[in-house]
């Protein structure tokens, strides 16, 4: 940063430290916010890689600012014009004046930040990093980060109290959710979730502060079937007074008689306190509940709209007049009054950086809707969001199976651990069958997964495959500095000819998997097939890529590997997946220090991963997700 920009940044704080007027609310972080002064909403575009900042109530666009790859969370500096914007695929927290759309600071952070609020005096921000699993503290004026607490794994939702004494922290994956103390990190209670409980964005408090709100799914891995494995949910939390520290679910698709929703992705109280707004990323609806205060059922359906494509965020205005939501796949807000339901206003806030192919794959990707499925429940990013594994193993049919990322799928066929798919056209089979139920994409008989190609029979099915492909591989934040000492010893035990690893996990992709057609279907037997008793297709497994596994846990097909040391010990108990019993304690550390290093650059730049692409014919057109 120049110091002109520190010295306009230093500017605009001053100017708002010593005024501490208003703000008098609690804070959650969001992909949409409104200022202090509620004359301003900003909104992260995650697929333009933009802000916008738009006037309230005008509902028009002041500003879009490029920031970085898949921004999330933003949150304004106390009562300046300074928003903060969290850009998860960047690594950077950057701070943006939305006065004049100059982007004033990059602070660069480990890994995928996520949520953030500020300090009442904007002086102090608070991030989610969902990898490794920390709450961080960063210092606005030097950039500096103070603090990094080891909260949890895979943190995402994030909110301050109105005192600031704690934050509440929620975790993706199993939606538990952690009070921290903000001065030093300390865990002061802890709402544990359900066994099933999953995906859960992002966290608000009430405005008396006596409740938490949370939006999650459950994912009932024991029963892979549209009618009983995704369910939507609200959690309640109560914060204070009479059973403080105990915590409601509402089932989201039984509020409504028997209307099923589905991927409930955020939501927020009216300043009122007396209602709810639920927003639907897979059906495509919003719920506004009664918020009851009844402890034995706290929501009530109230009333419902129905919305534009993948709603990601949901804003009630501080006047109380309306609610604002980002159906982020129309790249637009739209505003409803809270008094009739009535549609005021829609803005687009930024324009379609996807191609159309990609765009059309995406939305297909995210609906619970028909011809996708029957019943609503189900989107295939239930599953798979955003690319990413939802962190389960499902028992299917075959056995059990561990959701793999998407990241290099382009290059990563045949599908499945099975290897029982050579195209994504194929997961029309999942479409139409008993996971999903729904009529399909593709016109009349449905052939065998890996006898004809059915690419180029359907535009909706070769759709969604481009989407599917388009996942890139992170790099690694272990290696942001290049391989450490440890993990270049272990790249040495990695290509050894005693432990092979190379010789199955080869070339830019770490995988000898070959695309079918040229009768090279390559699949191994490494030991592992034999501990599930449901298992039908093993025992031999077509080999996983070893690119982003710091981040993939558990591992293997059937998900009992915890960590990638439990892959090279306790689950290769007779060295038949590479050797590893003649390694030392070290020896081990260091070759899962190279595992987490991977990759340390970007792989897609080889001559050899090219050449794999036109193999596989896999990769879509048009820009990545
Ligand atoms: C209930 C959760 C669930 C849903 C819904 C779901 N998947 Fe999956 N997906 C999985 C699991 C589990 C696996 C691993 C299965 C296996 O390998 O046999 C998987 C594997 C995949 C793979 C293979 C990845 C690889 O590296 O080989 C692709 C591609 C995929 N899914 C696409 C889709 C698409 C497209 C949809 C929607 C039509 C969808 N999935 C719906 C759970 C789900
Ligand atoms: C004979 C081929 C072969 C060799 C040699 C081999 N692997 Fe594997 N690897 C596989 C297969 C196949 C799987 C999937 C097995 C399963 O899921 O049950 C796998 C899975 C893995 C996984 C889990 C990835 C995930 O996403 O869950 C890791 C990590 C891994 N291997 C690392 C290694 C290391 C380290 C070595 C050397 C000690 C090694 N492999 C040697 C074929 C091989």
Redesign the pocket.
């Known amino acids: 940063m120049t110091v002109r920009m520190a010295a306009i940044l230093a500017a605009v704080l001053s100017l708002f430290t010593a005024a501490d007027a208003g703000f008098a609310q609690s804070q959650s972080a969001g992909l949409m916010n409104f200022n202090s002064a509620g004359d301003r909403l900003a909104c992260s575009n995650r697929d333009s890689g933009t802000v916008t900042i738009v006037r309230w109530p005008e509902m028009t666009v002041v500003q879009e600012i490029p920031v970085g790859e898949h921004p999330e969370g933003v949150a304004w500096l106390g009562q300046s014009s300074l928003l903060a914007c969290c850009v998860y695929g960047s690594d950077e927290v950057v701070v943006i004046d939305a006065a004049t759309g100059q982007l004033v600071r990059r602070i660069e952070v480990f890994d995928e930040p996520y949520g953030v609020v500020s300090s009442r005096d904007g002086q102090r921000l608070y991030v989610t990093l969902e990898h490794p699993g920390q709450v961080i503290v960063l210092d606005v004026a030097t950039g500096e980060q103070l603090h990094s607490w080891p909260v949890g794994p895979h943190l995402r939702g994030l909110a301050i109290t109105t005192d600031e004494k704690s934050l509440l922290v929620t975790e993706y994956l199993t939606a538990r959710v952690l009070s921290v103390d903000t001065r030093d990190g300390q865990i002061l209670a802890t709402w544990e979730g359900g066994s099933t409980d999953n995906l859960c964005r992002q966290v608000t408090i009430s405005p008396s502060g006596n409740r938490a709100y949370l939006t999650h799914i459950r ?1 009932r891995v024991t029963a ?1 079937h549209g009618n009983g ?2 369910f939507p949910y609200v959690s309640v939390l109560r914060l204070t007074g009479e059973g403080a520290g105990t915590r409601l679910r509402v089932p989201m698709d039984t509020i409504r008689g028997t209307r099923v929703t589905a991927n409930p992705w955020d939501c927020d109280v009216t300043p009122d306190g007396k209602s709810l707004c639920v927003v639907f990323a897979g059906t495509n609806d919003m719920y506004i509940c009664r918020i009851t205060g009844d402890d034995h059922v706290e929501l009530d359906y109230q009333t419902g709209m129905q919305l534009g494509s993948n709603p990601r965020g949901v804003r009630c205005a501080p006047d109380g007049s309306a609610v604002v939501v980002y159906n982020a796949l129309d790249f637009e807000l739209v505003s409803f009054s809270l008094r009739d339901g009535r549609e005021l206003r829609r803005v687009r806030v930024t324009e379609n950086p996807l191609s159309e192919d990609m765009l059309l794959g995406k939305k297909l ?1 995210y609906t619970a809707l028909s011809p ?1 499925t029957s019943r609503g429940w ?3 990013s ?3 969001p955003d690319g990413d594994a ?1 962190g ?3 028992q ?1 049919p ?1 056995g059990l ?4 990322p ?1 990241a290099g ?1 382009a290059w ?1 066929h045949p ?4 290897a ?2 050579d195209e ?1 056209q194929d ?1 029309e089979h ?2 139409r069958g008993r ?2 139920q729904g009529p399909g994409l593709l016109k009349g008989v449905l052939p065998e997964a890996m006898s004809e190609p059915i690419t180029g029979r359907s535009a909706e099915l070769d759709a ?1 495959a481009i989407y ?1 492909n388009s996942h890139r591989v992170p790099l690694s934040p272990y290696s942001k500095q290049g391989l450490s000492e440890s993990a270049r010893r272990g790249r040495e035990v990695f290509n050894s000819a005693e432990t092979k690893c190379a010789v199955c996990h080869r070339g830019p992709f770490y995988t000898d998997s070959q695309p079918l057609g040229n009768d090279r279907l390559v699949r191994h037997d490494v030991g592992t097939g034999t501990s599930d008793s449901s298992e039908l297709m093993g025992p031999e497994y ?1 080999t ?1 890529t070893l690119l982003g596994v710091y981040r993939s846990a558990p591992y293997l ?1 059937h998900g009992r590997a915890a960590t990638l040391m439990d892959v090279l010990t306790t689950e290769n108990p007779n060295d038949r997946h590479g050797k590893t019993s003649h390694l030392t304690t070290s020896q081990r550390e260091d070759l899962v220090e190279f595992l987490k290093a991977l990759p340390w650059e970007d792989p897609e730049r080889n001559r050899e991963a090219a050449a794999l692409l036109k193999i596989t014919g896999a990769a879509g057109g048009g820009r990545g997700e």
Request: hydrophobic share 40%; with cysteine; charged share 15%.
């Open positions: 994912s892979a494995s995704i990707f996708m189900i989107s295939c239930s599953c798979h939802d389960r193993t499902w299917q075959e199976r561990n959701t793999q998407m799928l990563t599908l499945h651990w099975s029982d798919r994504v997961f999942t479409i996971l999903m969604l599917t077509d996983p097909h």
